[in-house]
């Protein structure tokens, strides 16, 4: 049975550290979309060759999971934990936030040197009351891990992160249900994706333009979120493009937020803070 369109959000835009950024979660029409409470989309950005090293400075979070995807260019990653890593063009970071951890991020010292483009999306999915509190974790997650699955010939390609995505498992290892998956679809998309029976289910789209269900358009910046009455979509290619496509169970938790800290009361954002002041969520200098 097909799934019916809930609604198509389209993004407003702000900026992040050195990024332009189109948010379409959260917008006014939709607040949340358990369990995903955030997407970021940053770019394309040009960055010239021998410009100074712009990153977005050490910053905490707790409660959630922050998850880059990598689209083109390079990104470089340093956190309280020790990590320091760089994802490329279709390569992911999982963190797992749990009790704190402090981190930055940025364009790589060798796209500054060179130039280039830089896009990627940064997505908060939200950790179960009973994982707040975890010891936090970061997974670098390389293209080489990553399984394709394609349909109608490669018209429509999905590089499965999490979850299981038309038999295909990813590899990030999740704290409940979650299923991310890096699209690309061209000219000759004409067809179902069946077996999408998540409770939650959305498409976020990068760029290019699809056809939902032979009657929405969904296009750049905007995210399409499907009601709970079906388990097959019609996707019909416009114009090539790239999309994100997010599935899960929600939560069902209060959600208390303020800033990069993501509980479920008043009480445990302030001890955040606090934690986060007395430096119990670890340090990072750049």
């Known amino acids: 049975m097909q799934r019916s369109v809930r609604i198509i959000a389209s993004s407003l835009h702000t900026g992040v550290g050195p990024l332009r950024v189109a948010q379409p979660l959260p917008v006014h ?7 995903f409470i955030l997407l970021h989309h940053a770019g394309p950005q040009t960055f010239d060759a021998h410009g100074e090293v712009h990153r977005i400075d050490p910053h905490p979070h707790r409660g959630f999971e922050p998850v880059t995807f990598v689209y083109r260019g390079s990104v470089h990653h340093k956190d309280s934990l020790g990590n320091d890593g760089t ?24 796209l ?18 009973r994982d707040k509190m975890m010891t936090p974790r970061y997974q670098e997650l390389h293209a080489s891990t990553i399984p394709t699955v394609s349909l ?5 390609n999905f590089a499965v992160v999490s979850g299981e995505l038309l038999g295909v498992q990813g590899p990030a290892e999740t ?3 979650v299923i991310t998956a890096m699209g690309r679809f061209t000219a000759g998309l004409n ?13 976020y789209v990068l760029n290019g333009s699809l056809i939902i269900n032979g009657e929405h358009r969904v296009e750049r910046h905007q995210l399409v979120a499907f009601n709970n009455d079906g388990d097959t979509i019609e996707l019909r290619c416009e114009q090539p493009g790239d999309m994100l496509l997010l599935a899960g169970e929600p939560l069902n938790e209060p959600i208390a937020q303020y800033g990069p800290f993501v509980m479920n009361t008043e009480e445990e954002l302030q001890q955040a803070v606090e934690d986060y002041r007395n430096g119990l969520m670890g340090s990072l200098d750049s």
Do not use: C, F, M
């Open 175 to 177: 704290r409940s249900k």
């Open 87 to 110: 994802i490329q063009a279709g390569e992911v970071q999982w963190i797992t936030s749990g009790s704190g951890i402090i981190h930055s991020e940025g364009p790589t010292a060798e």
């Open 191 to 203: 067809g179902q994706v069946s077996s999408l029976d998540s409770s939650t289910l959305a498409i």
């Open 152 to 156: 109608y010939g490669d018209a429509l």
């Open 29 to 35: 029409a939709l607040r949340h979309l358990d369990p």
């Open 112 to 129: 500054q040197q060179s130039g280039g483009e830089i896009e990627l999306i940064q997505l908060w999915v939200n950790l179960p009351a």
